[in-house]
């Protein structure tokens, strides 16, 4: 991984690209437009932290082809895949050839995932299913979106989409199940009836989507900080999220626990050793009160973190903290607090799969 300023200051350990998980896609010319300069910008800066770029809804459809073509090489030459909107909803009106043609276009303009919405209309699972195989079969990435609230997908009003109803979550943890079982990659999961749009978040359908369909499998659309804040504090960095692009700063900041909104670090505390440096002190503070902490590796219910007390005269010398990334050993701890405690004192909704052990997921 490209070395960052400051590599010296203590943060959490990171995967290198192409990642499994903890994956980042933004959004790409919706809200506001931009191009290959603006993009640039983006990926020389925070390209590592950038593992997808979506055009959102059919943006693409108003640039001229040299444009798409030009922006999708820049995230490419930046290990960067690249992910159409959920525009499928209105080539799906005009018929399988037209959705033919689509896939077919996208693919040449060099496009790696097609992203499968189905927020405006009702398709039957077997239609869903059958786009996964059209989509695969043309040697691109499927990623259906799937949701809860009826309408989803646009900008339509809270009260419109409350007057609309929900789905049950059931039913898009099976939608989930059976899209991923035909050949699907991952799957989007739209945040409209959710976290978006509702008097109070749904917090236990995310923890039922993680537990029976997998923390790497689906990723979370959280186009709010407040949202993607609770993302990483209740399920750790690991988790995927998307975000729009002029968030990607904010969120790595929280990522890699090197700043937050209610303490240094957003209230994380890191820890565990740097392996390729010798061991040293780097001073007392936690420390000086006899105790001692140390990472552990990631279980089931996510990155733990456990503490062992020493006494301050046999205490042994305190271990560097991973910089960087590919550290197991590096773990994580959200408190309301500067005190530092152990995972399992803190919230009780972060039900939370460990790693999976299959290639990353990236074209």
Known sequence: ???????????????????????????????????????????????????????????????????????????????????????????????????????????????????????????????????VETVKKAGLKAKPELGIQFGAGGDTSAKELEAEGTRDVGW????????????????????????????????????????????????????????????????????????????????EALRSGIWGTRAPGGGFRILGERAERPRSSLGSSPHESGERWLGEAETERGLRLTKALSPAASRPPLPHLSVGAGNPDLALSPTSSRRWRPWSRCRAQRPCRGRGSGPPWRP
Do not use: C
């Not at 640039?63 to 995230?75: F, G």
């Not at 537990?211 to 499998?217: F, I, S």
């Open 1 to 131: 991984m490209t070395e960052t300023a400051f590599s010296f200051i203590p943060r959490a350990a990171r995967s290198p690209k192409p990642r499994k998980t903890g994956l980042t896609e933004i959004r790409g010319p919706y809200y506001s437009a931009y191009g290959p300069r603006h993009l640039a910008d983006l990926l020389e800066t925070m390209g590592n932290w950038i593992d997808g770029i979506k055009f959102a809804g059919g943006s693409f459809a108003l640039m001229p082809p040299e444009a798409v073509k030009s922006i999708n090489k820049l995230a490419h030459d930046h290990d960067a895949y690249v992910s159409t909107g959920g525009w499928i909803e209105n080539v799906l009106r005009f018929g399988p050839d037209a959705v033919d043609r689509y896939v077919e276009e996208a693919k040449a303009l060099g496009f790696d995932v097609i992203e499968i919405s189905t927020g405006f209309i009702s398709l039957p699972t077997e239609a869903l299913l059958r786009l």
């Open 172 to 251: 898009l943890v099976a939608q989930a199940r059976r899209a991923l079982d035909a050949g699907a990659d991952i799957i989007m999961i739209e945040s409209e009836g959710i976290t978006e749009n509702v008097t109070s978040w749904r917090t236990e359908m995310v923890a039922r989507i993680i537990n029976e369909v997998g923390l790497e499998k689906v990723m979370f659309e959280a186009a709010d900080p407040a949202v993607f804040e609770w993302y990483i504090k209740n399920y750790g960095n690991e988790i995927n999220l998307f975000v729009d692009h002029s968030q990607i700063v904010q969120l």
